[in-house]
């Protein structure tokens, strides 16, 4: 580890370099990458960048590592930047690396049992999009799609039909209408109620013109390959952003392979589109493993484990306090993002302890203002979604005036005979927060991330020792503890058949009542425990044995007995 000095030192040289970003805005890839450079530079045994892939662009996909490598654990994954509008959580990864590499003794610590891997951007070629102008929201990575199956591509995007710089929505008053104007100044539109005699006026379409002709506006906007839904379980095949097939994209088949690769990685967080940390999973679209099915006897599972969802749900809970919530937020579009997401695969699939989290959402930050008098509440729309919409709004155009445009009429080309308006909210605006907000939120989210890691299990020989028999022969008796909060071995781990179990394997001995290598049950965390006894007989008269206690992801512990010892 570096000397005490060094490591100020490199915090000071960060923050040199990184400035006030979280005054002045979000980082570009040059940005990052530089700051990922000289955090590794700085010292080469703790820290390592490497480049994991490239994308379909050519773009690097970069992978840093902080603390050494060592086999057996306990390690993390972090990933973000998946969906090309979530630059706030490729911001967070950032910064956790720079509270990582910050000297202090609480990450000193840390890396010293723990090694963490951060790829801040999974996507470079979509979150370069974010800095496009005129703005708009491309969750996918670069490349054009044939959305509406007309044999042609790209040839009906968005364009900025008045000028200001992004492409928000327009509205347009038309016999066709299926919108009514509802809120403050008919700020916002709802669908029209048939049932209470409501009849719409409006037509609500994307920015731009029906280019191809089809009465369809700007379906080919962000038709590209979506990284954030290309992984396996549960594949949205056929939909719009689906790939031909599961990994199909560079980086994202690379980081599977990584995983495969690093065992050791018992834990992956996931910044980005998923969630199931505001709103813990419901317990009704779970995978009972007791449930036996199919032709091996149990079913393929894409859900989460049922068993292990009172840790996923305990987890959770520490979470929303930590951001000052009282209760679940729903997450809109959740649903959608765990289908082919990193998360539900590295639970499902891998059997790993998965968490994911937005970092801030509009519905999050309406669940953190103050309560409501009930005169400001007589003042909000009757329609509940509306009153949430002028609620957020009120409170972002304090903090970031371009997150929303009052509507101005435009001259729209498709319909030369009508009343036309553009505004809305930017197209970022309900996704990632402003800049004001970022060193908050990143102070919150490096506590959890470390918190995160500290959960990791840690098995260890808690006791070890021999006992003197007849004819030359030993009774070992072993007592193994895992002192972590997670258990050494998922319910979906040993579901999914891919995490090997915890296991003893005896050196300069022959075990003659079983076998040399012992399979352990899994181990509760904080404090679970399984005791053995084996006969043994020391190899060529030996006076020494070793026993070594292996876990794929939760350490290893190594004791050498000698036979003078014996009782």
Do not use: C
């Not at 299926?178 to 209470?196: E, L, N, V």
């Not at 969630?275 to 995978?287: F, I, Q, R, S, V």
């Not at 049922?306 to 306090?321: G, M, Q, T």
């Not at 005169?375 to 509306?386: S, W």
């Amino acid at each position: 580890m570096l000397k005490r000095r060094a490591w100020r030192a490199l915090a000071a040289a960060l923050a040199v370099m990184t400035g006030t970003a979280g005054a002045e805005g979000y980082r570009t890839a040059a940005d990052t990458e530089q700051v990922l450079r000289r955090a590794a530079a700085a010292n080469l045994d703790t820290f390592e960048f490497s480049e994991l892939a490239r994308d379909a662009a050519d773009n690097p996909v970069w992978l840093f590592r902080a603390g050494p490598e060592r086999p057996g654990g306990p390690a993390m994954l972090v990933a973000a930047g998946l969906d090309g509008r979530h630059i706030v959580g490729s911001e967070i990864a950032l910064r956790f690396i720079e509270r990582l590499a910050d000297g202090s003794e609480e990450s000193e610590k840390l890396l010293s049992e723990h090694t963490i891997y951060v790829v801040t951007n999974m996507n470079p070629a979509g979150l370069a999009t974010w800095f496009d102008s005129p703005t708009r929201a491309h969750s996918g990575s670069t490349g054009a799609s044939d959305s509406d199956h007309d044999g042609e591509s790209g040839e009906d995007l968005a364009e900025d039909l008045d000028g200001d710089g992004a492409i928000r929505m327009i509205r347009v008053k038309h016999p066709r209408g299926t919108h009514i104007a509802d809120g403050k100044d008919g700020a916002f539109a709802r669908p029209a109620d048939a049932m209470k005699g409501e009849r719409g006026e409006w037509l609500i379409l994307s920015e731009g013109r029906d280019n191809d002709g089809d009465e369809r506006w700007n379906e080919e906007e962000d038709g590209a390959v979506s990284v954030a839904r290309n992984f396996p379980t549960d594949f949205p095949w056929f939909e719009k952003g689906s790939a031909s097939n599961p990994a199909d994209q560079p980086q994202v088949h690379a980081l599977i392979d990584f995983l495969y690769d690093n065992p050791q990685i018992g834990t992956v967080v996931v910044l980005g589109t998923e969630d199931n940390l505001l709103t813990a999973p419901d317990p009704e679209k779970t995978t009972d493993p007791d449930v036996k099915g199919g032709r091996w006897g149990r079913k393929p599972s894409s859900l989460p484990n049922k068993n292990d969802l009172p840790l996923l749900r305990k987890v959770a809970e520490e979470y929303r306090k930590s951001l000052g919530l009282k209760g679940e937020v729903s997450t809109p579009g959740a649903s959608d993002a765990a289908q082919g997401g990193l998360a539900r695969f590295a639970s499902v699939a891998l059997g790993r302890f998965a968490v994911a989290t937005p970092v801030w959402t509009s519905n999050m930050q309406l669940a953190l203002l103050p309560e409501l008098s009930d005169e400001e509440k007589k003042a909000l729309p009757e329609n509940g979604e509306i009153a949430k919409l002028q609620r957020f709004r009120d409170w972002l155009v304090e903090r970031d005036p371009q997150g929303w445009a009052a509507w101005k009429p435009i001259k729209h080309p498709d319909f030369p005979d009508h009343d036309a308006e553009a505004g809305g909210f930017a197209p970022h605006a309900r996704i990632v927060p402003p800049p004001a907000l970022l060193d908050d939120l990143a102070t919150t989210h490096t506590l959890f991330l470390m918190e995160t890691a500290r959960r990791a299990p840690k098995v260890a020989i808690e006791s070890a020792e021999l006992k003197r028999l007849e004819r030359g022969l030993f009774e070992l008796r072993l007592a193994v503890r895992n002192d972590g909060f997670l258990p050494d071995v998922l319910h979906q781990g040993v579901y999914s058949s891919l995490v090997r179990p915890t296991r003893i394997e005896i050196e300069g001995a022959d075990v003659l009542d079983g076998p040399e290598r012992i399979k352990l049950e899994p181990l509760a965390g904080n404090g679970g425990r399984t005791e053995m006894r084996r006969v043994v007989h020391l190899n060529d008269g030996g006076k020494t044995l070793t026993v070594r206690l292996v876990s794929d992801m939760a350490g290893r512990d190594e004791r050498v007995l000698r036979t003078d010892d014996a009782e």
